[in-house]
């Protein structure tokens, strides 16, 4: 099992290692896709062996479980879709002159070691190397964010290392505390921040030490998931990232910032009780997606109405983490995983628009469906499986995270959540109506689309359609996960 | 190893020793605080990086751990002379003695929030140090008044370097709490979480060249397009 922990990490390197060395070509550019593939197949392949209980390995420097597997799964499949489509992506960005070789050698390096460093995060067993794993992904990310080296994109990268660097420097002091407060009660101080050790000393590390150190991971890994209060990178730097990097962003890197939380929560909770993160998640949560909900009903910017909907996604995904039940962590993760798939499939398309129109307005997007069926489609599609309509699979989770709110006596959350996401609902529905069915403006000019974006496209509506029909196998480890991550009913 | 010959500092020595770095560490953010010409911001930072690596050298010292002395001269290389000099270059380009804008809180308030702060980490800490009390977690609020002063200065200053220093005081401060709490976390730890610092510094420096040649200039001001 360790051999499918380090493959997907190793293959990655090797994909941007050869990138590096030979520049942008087709054939370098397929290393990622086989680098992303292999982050899938190895997730897969776990998944059948991981079983019910959490595998520490690699003499206690990685761990495998259910949430690990899952999180494999969502990195490799969306990373696939994106290191596809980011063929077609730079192949047109050299036609258009908006990048040049060194540029595409650059983007080629880069996207491959994110998916390492991601992969490293949710495969971790020490929190000490989960927190360097995902403070490196701001890092390697920066220069992707600001690909295009336009002044809007510099403004965009730069407040994004800053707010997110220092976000992430307080999750690292309140890994230091949650170190101190674990070396004072274990036997074995060498191994005190590893996963399976704090566990199992849990219910006796000092309260006040153990509940400074929560609000500190708490705020810090919450900057990297785009909850408020620090949410204010995360429009600029996803609206102004390459489309297929913003679908990694949004659609897993979120996530995965958010998995470390779900891993600290149990291990707070057993320290100083559920109330501290239950409340903490609950106000930031719904601070998130009530922001989340007005800044969609403002913006006239396609990628930036996609990043308000990602916080609006995570904003439900800690109101849901606060209930805490098995039932509300199942369906986080199905939430996960289907936002992840619609997501990609939305900001390729925005993708594929940006460069037809060298713009991101919705005023100057109109009429979509009539000019390129497929983008239409796709974007149609993208959009249904956001709202949560059926059969997606993104409505059972809002109906489970619902009724676990209710289960959990949260009804009073649930009810501002409803609101806000119905406000939220009722902004992106006008926008994609307009985008979509709007009289095309005179002189729209055609959508071309890559075949590789094609491809990426129309295996990710697929994949949004079979995970709506039914989870599958997925559905037994998402119950794993919830069991070892869930509060006791 | 306590009997090598390291163990030369008696118990109240190192007490005071340790006071003294982290009063030092303090000193040094209310000076970045007060001062606005980028220069000397910069030459206060690599005293406040000598100050931060005093800490693991005199743990290591008095308690015999020649582990704990080398990370203390690697974090001295690290903070005192690459990260400023990673700074100084960064600013390089601009004409030296360049001043800050005017901060968005005047000299005197800020001198005076900065006290404030202080008192807030000494309150925050309260169960930190009773935990354990000892000559090292005694001084860790001096760690937190730095951390709380970094987001001050960073909150209020408004040019990318005086940015760029206060992400790095802030740093130091959380590297002093850890040295003082834990003696230090797993060196894999260590060692990862160094990289990413000077990684990031080498990002904001590439970012502070390229919003020169973009902005003319590095005013955080002309961050301005991108807002709904």
Known sequence: MTLLLIAPMLASLCAAIVTLALGWRRITAATSVLAALTILGCGIALGFRVGSAPHVLAAGLLRADALSVVMLIVIGAVGTLSTIAGIGYIETELDHGHTDPAGARLYGTLTPTFLAAMVLAVSANNIGVIWVAIEATTVITAFLVGHRRTRTALEATWKYVIICSVGIAMAFLGTILLYYAAQHVSQDPGHALDLDVLTAIASRLDGGVTRLAGGLLLIGYGAKVGLVPFHTWLADAHSQSPAPVAALESGVLLAVAFSVLLRIKPIIDAAVGTGFLRWGLLIVGLATVGVAAMLLTVTRDLKRMLAYSSMENMGLIAIAAAAGTKLAIAALLLHVVAHGLGKTVLFLTSGLLEAAHNSTAIADITGVVVRSRLTGGCFAIGVMVLLGLPPFAMFASELSISRALADARLAWALGIVLLLIVIAFAAVVRNSVSILLGEPLPGSPAIPVPATIAVALLVGVAASFALGVTAGPLAALLRSAAAQLGLPQ | ?228
């Open chain 2, 1 to 228: 190893m306590t009997d090598t010959g390291f163990a030369a500092l008696t118990d109240t020595g190192f007490a005071a020793l340790i006071d003294l770095a982290a009063g030092a560490l303090v000193l040094a953010a209310v000076l970045i605080v007060w001062r606005r010409d980028l220069g000397s911001i910069i030459r206060l930072l690599a005293w406040q990086g000598a100050a931060l690596a005093a800490i693991p050298l005199i743990r290591g010292v008095h308690e015999g751990d020649a582990a704990l002395i080398l990370i203390g001269v690697a974090i001295a290389v690290l903070r005192t002379i690459l990260l400023p000099w990673l700074l100084a270059r960064a600013l390089g380009a601009e004409h030296r003695g360049l001043r800050d804008a005017t901060p968005l809180v005047n000299t005197t308030a800020s001198l005076l929030i900065a006290a404030l702060l202080t008192m807030t980490a000494f309150a925050v800490t309260r169960p930190v140090v009773d935990l354990d009390p000892g000559p090292a977690t005694a001084a860790v609020p001096a760690a937190f008044a730095v951390v709380l002063i970094a987001l001050f200065t960073m909150a209020t200053r408004r040019h990318a370097i005086s940015q760029a220093a206060g992400f790095l005081m802030l740093d130091n401060g959380i590297a002093a709490a850890a040295f003082l709490l834990t003696a230090g976390v797993p060196l894999i730890v260590e060692l990862g979480a160094s990289l990413d610092v000077l990684f990031a510094v080498i990002v904001i420096g590439v970012l502070t060249g390229r919003m020169r040649s973009k902005f003319g200039g590095a005013d955080l001001d002309a961050l301005h397009e991108l807002r709904d």
